[in-house]
């Protein structure tokens, strides 16, 4: 039996410890907003933060987990930054298909946490993790931009 | 995309709209009945039923419903899966029942294709970028007929003349500020008879439509509470996944289970014909225990069939007779003959995987009474049958309840993942979610055929265009896909799309196609169909002509425009804003290309900076298009951007290629996809224009490629005449 730390409660769950995070996010406490696209680490679709910072959920071991906060896409609504990102993006229409954004956001909610004024270049550092196969990427620059310069 | 353009279309206006009561208070508006010009629906055309009622139940699920409460139920023959088309279908109903776009709901389409037809393509299909042109004119009527009916129902019972009467926002409003809320009015509305004239609204008193407006689909899929296939969980329900025999045309032969099995949360290991299956807990257990097992082969005939072998094939067949002939105008033997100069040139694309993010997955239950699919499909028909005839069940037995598509760009017409997910259901008493893993998802997709263009154009002393004969081999989707569509000669209207009917125009043309199956590949539809083949193939070759006349490319093209002013139009307007003819640095150089295809004019030129060792950067991409009346500039736009990038990912990097049988791409690591990093910005231009709507969901993906490497030549003076760039020697940096 683990104990998780996952969006501010600690939940037990019994699990195999090479489990990566992500199933158990999704097919044991049901947060499907964390996607799967690669299991590789190459797509970003299952980005989540620990400790605040993004990492990929379809790699890492829930053994490997520890004390670390898991904070997903399901907490955003209430975090101040992931609140406003998720608005830029309704407001500059960077949705299509939608299944890569909750991990776009959850990139993008790190990034601006570490770096609240970046240029192109930092925006393209800090999103190049994450695929968007309906290539959505000129206007996801342009929704971080809007909430950077807000 | 059209999978049967041949056959007769005939709606009659009689019958145009079915008025009815819903069963538990409400009107019904029909208007799909007229879409199939065959079977359910022309019975219903030509002999009535003429109290306007519909004839059965089933056809209800057709209607637009308005209930007492007034609310408005819409049944969307459409799916989405990103394109914004559900969105847009509802603006236009929301435009003429004058209702909010938030006053609708929308529900999917269950599988009827007598009643969801789509009427370019003849059937139940989400694709080819058809939703609006499809739809645009029948939802209109039947959006205004409702108001119509609701405005004469509060007309009787107010016992005022109608034409006093308006409607607004959900409401009849009297001219004494009375007014009532449609919910008040259905049942009235739904004795009356369908009239005979439904006045349209003007486009001066459109207030929704050409509006920028906020999909209807977005706000659950910024904060994760979309739910898309692979997030379903039903009671009882577990996790499949398979590994499929990595050799097309190979059966599974034996397997050893006994590792597999002591995988925690691993339940079953499910034998099928090509293919096995471990059903667990939770998706981790499947893919783990797919990895566990020891899985033996019958790999069957195409076990040493590589990339190679089938390229000879096509190159054989262009040294072969001509084929199926598409259009043959002038003399172009003779044009050759004698023309001062000729020109010859091939050009080549390859397979392509769909590669979208969201990998096949399928939940299906398989009970005593029912077949039941919870699944994004783009074919719900399609679907049915094939779950149907996986279960040995009739097709009224299987139940599809479509849902949002993770990314489809085609590869959700097909519907072999949910043969399969059937096939493993109906040896277990629970539902089971299938989900691939990205490994099989890329390796196991049905693929954009590989093309090899042979063309060989005449051309008088000054260089000018006198025609051309363009000879096309590859894989006919159609053939695989709906084979009596396909005529004894084996010409294939998607396969010479385009390029039968070139813009330009020229006096001697002769276009001809060879269908080459593939050996060890499935072929099948991929975004942009098949201008994708015939813009990249054309507008490279027209670009070489016009440099070997040492001609301006735009002026070139334009010069054999004059029977499309619209393609002049947006030629004119991408170059202008892309500074055409502006200088650049050394080494930079603009590339453009024209189409009219999907029933929009769209022009694009890209901007390249070619350094050394061939590296390559996309500084720029100006795109204009003219696709008639816009329901949602936003939405244009964001098609047109996403979608060219969406072209340029796959001109760049993509190619799938066999080795032994197997596809030798595999994941996101040797599959590579455009990133934020590599993806130019991309300016859209929109032309004003009262013409009726075209498609836009793959018109810029069609056309980018070919843009690319004009603009690569313009650079570097190097010609790539065969997709990927990559493939080319060119990095992108």
Same mark, same amino acid.
């Given at each position: !039996?683990?104990? $998780?730390?996952?969006?501010?409660?600690?939940?037990?769950?019994?699990?195999?410890?090479?489990?990566?995070?992500?199933?158990?996010?999704?097919?044991?406490?049901?947060?499907?907003?964390?996607?799967?696209?690669?299991?590789?680490?190459?797509?970003?679709?299952?980005?989540?933060?620990?400790?605040?910072?993004?990492?990929?959920?379809?790699?890492?071991?829930?053994?490997?987990?520890?004390?670390?906060?898991?904070?997903?896409?399901?907490?955003?609504?209430?975090?101040?930054?992931?609140?406003?990102?998720?608005?830029?993006?309704?407001?500059?229409?960077?949705?299509?298909?939608?299944?890569?954004?909750?991990?776009?956001? !959850? *990139?993008?909610?790190?990034?601006?946490?570490?770096?609240? &004024?970046?240029?192109?270049?930092?925006?393209?550092?800090?999103?190049?993790?994450?695929?968007?196969?309906?290539?959505?990427?000129?206007?996801?620059?342009?929704?971080?931009?809007?909430?950077?310069?807000? | 995309?059209?999978?049967?353009?041949?056959?007769?279309?005939?709606?009659?206006?009689?019958?145009?709209?079915?008025?009815?009561?819903?069963?538990?208070?409400?009107?019904?508006?029909?208007?799909?009945?007229?879409?199939?010009?065959?079977?359910?629906?022309?019975?219903?055309?030509?002999?009535?039923?003429?109290?306007?009622?519909?004839?059965?139940?089933?056809?209800?699920? %057709?209607?637009?419903?308005?209930?007492?409460?007034?609310?408005?139920?819409?049944?969307?023959?459409?799916?989405?899966?990103?394109?914004?088309?559900?969105?847009? $279908?509802?603006?236009? $109903?929301?435009?003429?029942?004058?209702?909010?776009?938030?006053?609708?709901?929308?529900?999917?389409?269950?599988?009827?294709?007598?009643?969801?037809?789509?009427?370019?393509?003849?059937?139940?299909?989400?694709?080819?970028?058809? *939703?609006?042109?499809?739809?645009?004119?029948?939802?209109?009527?039947?959006?205004?007929?409702?108001?119509?009916?609701?405005?004469?129902?509060?007309?009787?019972?107010?016992?005022?003349?109608?034409?006093?009467?308006?409607?607004?926002?959900?409401?009849?409003?009297?001219?004494?500020?009375?007014?009532?809320?449609?919910?008040?009015?259905?049942?009235?509305?739904?004795?009356?008879?369908?009239?005979?004239?439904?006045?349209?609204?003007?486009?001066?008193?459109?207030?929704?439509?050409?509006?920028?407006?906020?999909?209807?689909?977005?706000?659950?899929?910024?904060?994760?509470?979309?739910?898309?296939?692979?997030?379903?969980?039903?009671?009882?329900?577990?996790?499949?996944?398979?590994?499929?025999?990595?050799?097309?045309?190979?059966?599974?032969?034996?397997?050893?289970?006994?590792?597999?099995?002591?995988?925690?949360?691993?339940?079953?290991?499910?034998?099928?014909?090509?293919?096995?299956?471990?059903?667990?807990?939770?998706?981790?257990?499947?893919?783990?225990?797919?990895?566990?097992?020891?899985?033996?082969?019958?790999?069957?005939?195409?076990?040493?069939?590589? *990339?190679? %072998?089938?390229?000879?094939?096509?190159?054989?067949?262009?040294?072969?007779?001509?084929?199926?002939?598409?259009?043959?105008?002038?003399?172009?033997?003779?044009?050759?003959?004698?023309?001062?100069?000729?020109?010859?040139?091939?050009?080549?694309?390859?397979?392509?995987?769909? &590669?979208?993010?969201?990998?096949?997955?399928?939940?299906?239950?398989?009970?005593?009474?029912?077949?039941?699919?919870?699944?994004?499909?783009?074919?719900?028909?399609?679907?049915?049958?094939?779950?149907?005839?996986?279960?040995?069940?009739?097709?009224?037995?299987?139940?599809?309840?479509?849902?949002?598509?993770?990314?489809?760009?085609?590869?959700?017409?097909?519907?072999?993942?949910?043969?399969?997910?059937?096939?493993?259901?109906?040896?277990?008493?629970?539902?089971?979610?299938?989900?691939?893993?990205?490994?099989?998802?890329?390796?196991?997709?049905?693929?954009?055929?590989?093309?090899?263009?042979?063309?060989?154009?005449?051309?008088?002393?000054?260089?000018?265009?006198?025609?051309?004969?363009?000879?096309?081999?590859? &894989?006919?989707?159609?053939?695989?896909?709906?084979?009596?569509?396909?005529?004894?000669?084996?010409?294939?209207?998607?396969?010479?799309?385009?390029? !039968?009917?070139?813009?330009? &125009? !020229?006096?001697?043309?002769?276009?001809?196609?060879?269908?080459?199956?593939?050996?060890?590949?499935?072929?099948?539809?991929?975004?942009?169909?098949?201008?994708?083949?015939?813009?990249?193939?054309?507008?490279?070759?027209?670009?070489?002509?016009?440099?070997?006349?040492?001609?301006?490319?735009?002026?070139?093209?334009?010069?054999?425009?004059?029977?499309?002013?619209?393609?002049?139009?947006?030629?004119?307007?991408?170059?202008?804003?892309?500074?055409?003819?502006?200088?650049?640095?050394?080494?930079?150089?603009?590339?453009?290309?024209?189409?009219?295809?999907?029933?929009?004019?769209?022009?694009?030129?890209?901007?390249?900076?070619?350094?050394?060792?061939?590296?390559?950067?996309?500084?720029?991409?100006?795109?204009?298009?003219?696709?008639?009346?816009?329901?949602?500039?936003?939405?244009?736009?964001?098609?047109?951007?996403?979608?060219?990038?969406?072209?340029?990912?796959? %001109?760049?990097?993509?190619?799938?290629?066999?080795?032994?049988?197997?596809?030798?791409?595999?994941?996101?690591?040797?599959?590579?996809?455009?990133?934020?990093?590599?993806?130019?910005?991309?300016?859209?231009?929109?032309?004003?224009?009262?013409?009726?709507?075209?498609?836009?969901?793959?018109?810029?993906?069609?056309?980018?490629?070919?843009?690319?490497?004009?603009?690569?030549? %313009?650079?570097?003076?190097?010609?790539?005449?065969?997709?990927?760039?990559?493939?080319?020697?060119?990095?992108?940096?």
């Amino acid at each position: !039996m683990l104990t $998780l730390s996952i969006n501010g409660a600690d939940l037990q769950v019994d699990v195999p410890e090479d489990m990566p995070l992500l199933w158990v996010l999704r097919d044991v406490l049901g947060l499907t907003g964390t996607k799967y696209g690669c299991g590789i680490a190459q797509c970003g679709a299952c980005t989540v933060h620990l400790d605040g910072v993004a990492a990929r959920a379809c790699v890492l071991p829930v053994g490997s987990v520890g004390q670390r906060k898991v904070v997903t896409i399901e907490a955003m609504k209430e975090h101040p930054l992931g609140q406003r990102l998720q608005q830029a993006w309704l407001e500059d229409e960077v949705v299509q298909c939608g299944y890569c954004q909750p991990g776009q956001i !959850m *990139s993008a909610v790190a990034l601006l946490a570490q770096n609240p &004024a970046p240029d192109d270049q930092a925006i393209d550092l800090g999103m190049a993790g994450n695929l968007c196969r309906c290539c959505t990427y000129t206007r996801i620059r342009s929704a971080i931009k809007r909430v950077a310069q807000a | 995309m059209s999978v049967d353009s041949n056959a007769p279309l005939s709606p009659s206006r009689r019958q145009l709209l079915k008025v009815g009561a819903l069963a538990a208070g409400g009107l019904m508006i029909g208007f799909a009945l007229p879409f199939s010009g065959r079977s359910f629906a022309e019975q219903v055309i030509n002999e009535g039923p003429e109290d306007g009622r519909t004839p059965t139940a089933t056809a209800l699920d %057709a209607f637009i419903g308005i209930d007492r409460q007034g609310r408005v139920f819409f049944t969307v023959p459409k799916i989405e899966m990103g394109q914004g088309a559900q969105s847009g $279908l509802a603006t236009i $109903l929301a435009e003429e029942l004058e209702v909010g776009l938030e006053q609708i709901t929308l529900k999917e389409a269950p599988p009827n294709e007598q009643l969801y037809n789509d009427k370019l393509l003849n059937f139940q299909a989400t694709g080819g970028s058809t *939703s609006i042109r499809s739809n645009w004119e029948p939802l209109r009527r039947a959006g205004a007929a409702a108001r119509l009916l609701l405005i004469q129902a509060a007309a009787g019972q107010w016992q005022l003349p109608a034409d006093q009467l308006r409607a607004e926002n959900g409401r009849v409003l009297g001219p004494d500020g009375r007014s009532l809320g449609y919910g008040e009015l259905v049942d009235a509305a739904a004795q009356l008879p369908v009239p005979e004239n439904v006045p349209l609204k003007t486009p001066e008193q459109f207030r929704l439509i050409g509006q920028p407006s906020r999909r209807l689909d977005t706000p659950d899929k910024v904060d994760g509470t979309a739910r898309f296939t692979i997030d379903l969980t039903l009671p009882g329900m577990k996790h499949a996944s398979t590994l499929t025999c990595p050799v097309l045309g190979g059966r599974l032969a034996e397997v050893d289970e006994r590792a597999a099995r002591q995988v925690p949360g691993v339940r079953e290991v499910i034998r099928l014909d090509n293919a096995v299956a471990v059903i667990g807990d939770h998706t981790w257990a499947a893919f783990a225990g797919l990895r566990a097992l020891e899985v033996r082969w019958d790999l069957g005939e195409n076990a040493d069939i590589g *990339s190679d %072998a089938m390229e000879r094939d096509l190159h054989r067949a262009l040294d072969g007779d001509d084929g199926a002939v598409a259009n043959e105008a002038g003399d172009i033997e003779q044009a050759l003959k004698e023309a001062a100069s000729t020109f010859e040139a091939e050009y080549e694309m390859p397979f392509l995987a769909h &590669a979208a993010l969201e990998p096949m997955t399928c939940v299906a239950q398989v009970r005593p009474d029912a077949v039941e699919l919870w699944v994004g499909t783009q074919v719900p028909v399609r679907a049915q049958t094939a779950a149907a005839e996986a279960a040995g069940r009739p097709p009224e037995q299987v139940i599809v309840n479509n849902q949002l598509i993770g990314g489809a760009f085609g590869r959700r017409l097909e519907t072999d993942f949910i043969t399969q997910a059937v096939a493993i259901a109906a040896k277990v008493d629970y539902p089971v979610k299938l989900t691939w893993t990205r490994e099989e998802d890329t390796t196991h997709d049905l693929y954009r055929p590989h093309y090899v263009d042979r063309f060989a154009a005449a051309l008088d002393g000054e260089g000018r265009l006198l025609g051309w004969r363009h000879h096309i081999a590859g &894989a006919s989707v159609l053939a695989r896909f709906a084979p009596a569509a396909v005529p004894p000669n084996g010409l294939d209207g998607d396969a010479v799309e385009v390029a !039968m009917h070139p813009i330009y &125009a !020229m006096e001697h043309l002769r276009v001809s196609y060879t269908p080459v199956p593939p050996k060890a590949l499935l072929q099948s539809w991929w975004r942009g169909v098949g201008p994708l083949r015939s813009s990249f193939m054309l507008e490279s070759f027209i670009d070489e002509l016009a440099l070997k006349a040492e001609r301006d490319p735009v002026d070139y093209r334009l010069e054999r425009l004059a029977l499309h002013p619209r393609a002049q139009r947006v030629l004119r307007r991408a170059a202008e804003q892309a500074g055409w003819g502006e200088a650049l640095p050394a080494g930079r150089g603009r590339g453009v290309a024209v189409q009219f295809v999907f029933g929009s004019y769209l022009a694009t030129v890209v901007e390249v900076e070619v350094g050394e060792d061939k590296a390559l950067r996309v500084r720029r991409i100006v795109s204009a298009i003219d696709c008639g009346r816009v329901i949602n500039p936003v939405s244009v736009r964001a098609q047109i951007e996403g979608g060219t990038l969406f072209g340029l990912s796959a %001109a760049l990097f993509n190619e799938i290629t066999l080795a032994e049988g197997r596809v030798q791409q595999t994941n996101f690591h040797d599959y590579r996809q455009l990133r934020i990093s590599d993806a130019p910005p991309v300016e859209v231009q929109l032309i004003d224009s009262s013409e009726e709507p075209g498609g836009v969901g793959e018109a810029g993906t069609a056309l980018i490629a070919p843009a690319l490497v004009n603009a690569v030549a %313009a650079a570097s003076g190097t010609r790539v005449r065969r997709l990927p760039l990559v493939r080319a020697g060119y990095h992108v940096v």
